[in-house]
């Protein structure tokens, strides 16, 4: 009783797909998974440094990554809400950021290949929420605050319910506590039910602070 499970993984198979799709031999799997580590984290990375430039913009709005490979390709999809930053100037930015992410991985025989979609309601994924919450604590803003600001995005995406949940030394206090709050239903033992789910952890003067969001978006 009481063990938590991953909600992505639990759902495997029934409301939630692989966000990578590649085949391995047991002995090369650890090396295509820590490539698409890599990938991942060059993509973040790159886009951090680009968000650094342009102030105008608060959050990355990378909802996901998605990583198809096959013997002579590598196909990566950025699924993202605010793709302002990588299509103004979008051939030299795509181009760089391939640049990059092939230097990263120092992959000669194979090509890579970067493509952008843009998603319709971006507060209504957990990852840029969870940006958007870690700017505001980081901003000093009260937890409180951030959390009903953030629901109040998700509910003008159309959702039907979120759960948010921040840990640590909430506030600069000198005991980390947990704080929690939910709107609507999640139901997280109902497989049928899709939740989308992230876990994000923003560094704050005070430490470490995780942040943790249950989105309902459908039910089957």
């Not at 181009?95 to 000669?108: G, S």
Request: hydrophobic share 40%; net charge positive.
């Amino acid at each position: 009783m009481g063990q938590k499970i991953n909600p992505l993984g639990f759902r495997l198979g029934a409301t939630q797909g692989h966000h990578s799709l590649w085949f391995a031999q047991p002995k090369n799997y650890s090396e295509d998974l820590q490539e698409d580590q890599k990938i991942r984290n060059c993509i973040k990375n790159y886009v951090q440094k680009n968000l650094k430039i342009s102030s105008n913009v608060n959050v990355e709005g990378i909802a996901r990554i998605e990583i198809q490979k096959r013997i002579d390709l590598i196909q990566v999809i950025i699924y993202m809400g605010f793709p302002k930053l990588l299509i103004e100037e979008r051939p030299r930015k795509i181009e760089e950021l391939q640049f990059n992410v092939q230097k990263e991985l120092n992959c000669v025989n194979r090509k890579l290949n970067i493509a952008i979609t843009r998603i319709v309601n971006p507060y209504g994924h957990p990852n840029i929420l969870a940006e958007f919450i870690a700017g505001q604590l980081k901003n000093r803003v009260s937890f409180r605050k951030a959390m009903k600001k953030a629901i109040e995005l998700t509910e003008q995406a159309g959702t039907k319910g979120i759960q948010v949940q921040i840990a640590g030394r909430i506030d600069g206090k000198e005991i980390a506590r947990v704080e929690w709050i939910r709107e609507g239903r999640v139901p997280l033992q109902t497989i049928r039910a899709k939740i989308d789910y992230c876990s994000y952890a923003v560094r704050t003067i005070y430490g470490v602070l995780g942040i943790k969001i249950w989105i309902f978006v459908d039910g089957e």
